[in-house]
């Protein structure tokens, strides 16, 4: 099934302010519109540096731009399509702060 991603605007924006990660977003959005899944392990099939988070959370970080900077999705498996939810973007040193408040299992600041 194909993605639908939601709220690539919030990438768009990010990219804005983070010129640098421009390129590795591109990238990153280009694997994704071919992208072809049916099952979350699908996905670490596509992305194979990327991460299933547990707590029954339905997340996935990706590692993007040599780990430069992580992107947390939560996704869903529909009837036709699979929706994907931007729900925050940052660095990997943010994204490590994030791990160690234990909020990456529920930020949603997109």
């Given at each position: 099934?194909?993605?639908?991603?939601?709220?690539?605007?919030?990438?768009e924006?990010?990219?804005?302010?983070?010129?640098?990660?421009k390129?590795?977003?591109?990238?990153?959005?280009?694997?994704?519109?071919?992208?072809?899944?049916n099952?979350?392990?699908?996905?670490?099939?596509?992305?194979n540096?990327?991460?299933?988070?547990?707590?029954?959370?339905?997340?996935?970080v990706?590692?993007?731009?040599?780990?430069n900077?992580?992107?947390?999705?939560?996704?869903?498996f529909g009837?036709?399509?699979i929706?994907?939810?931007?729900?925050?973007?940052?660095?990997?040193?943010?994204?490590?702060?994030?791990?160690?408040?234990?909020?990456?299992?529920?930020?949603?600041?997109?």
């Amino acid at each position: 099934m194909k993605v639908h991603l939601i709220k690539k605007q919030s990438i768009e924006d990010y990219v804005k302010k983070n010129a640098r990660s421009k390129t590795s977003f591109e990238i990153w959005l280009a694997i994704l519109k071919r992208a072809d899944w049916n099952e979350p392990a699908n996905i670490i099939t596509t992305f194979n540096t990327a991460d299933l988070l547990g707590n029954g959370s339905d997340r996935v970080v990706f590692n993007i731009g040599g780990n430069n900077y992580r992107l947390i999705c939560k996704y869903f498996f529909g009837d036709v399509k699979i929706h994907l939810f931007v729900k925050w973007i940052g660095t990997h040193a943010e994204y490590t702060k994030l791990c160690n408040s234990g909020k990456q299992y529920e930020i949603s600041n997109f």
